[in-house]
């Protein structure tokens, strides 16, 4: 089972990314983005169902920037970021869980990372 994530890379304040995170081996029940920025634990970005489609976020730090999806088709999900500011750098894992879940200690399998760094 791997997971492999893209996309990341060097953006200025306001500017947009898009992360690609592709599932190989097998098919989970919710595949979810989470940040890391230097010297802080793992956060829950936002999760989309692989099967219904839901989607779940963050709180107001990120809703209404950024926007979870999926291709079933390509076992991908992306997760497309809007009017990024600075303290939205991190690196981006994404996960895979059996069930409907958003805390990191529930997920099966990660990605190995992206960097996104947002400059002032």
């Known amino acids: 089972v791997q997971l492999q994530a893209s996309g990341g890379g060097l953006v200025q304040a306001g500017g947009s990314l898009g992360l690609s995170c592709t599932a190989s081996?097998?098919?989970?029940?919710?595949v979810a983005w989470f940040r890391q920025a230097p010297g802080k634990e793992r956060e829950f970005v936002a999760a989309?169902?692989?099967?219904?489609?839901?989607?779940?976020y963050a709180d107001s730090s990120v809703k209404g920037r950024f926007t979870i999806s999926r291709d079933n088709a390509k076992n991908t999900v992306y997760l497309q970021m809007n009017t990024l500011r600075p303290e939205d750098t991190a690196v981006y894992y994404c996960?895979?869980?059996?069930?409907?879940?958003?805390?990191?200690?529930?997920?099966?399998?990660w990605g190995q990372g992206t960097l996104v760094t947002v400059s002032s």
């Open positions: 081996g097998r098919t989970f029940g919710m």
């Open positions: 989309i169902g692989r099967i219904d489609g839901v989607t779940y």
């Open positions: 996960g895979a869980a059996k069930r409907i879940t958003t805390r990191a200690r529930d997920y099966d399998y």
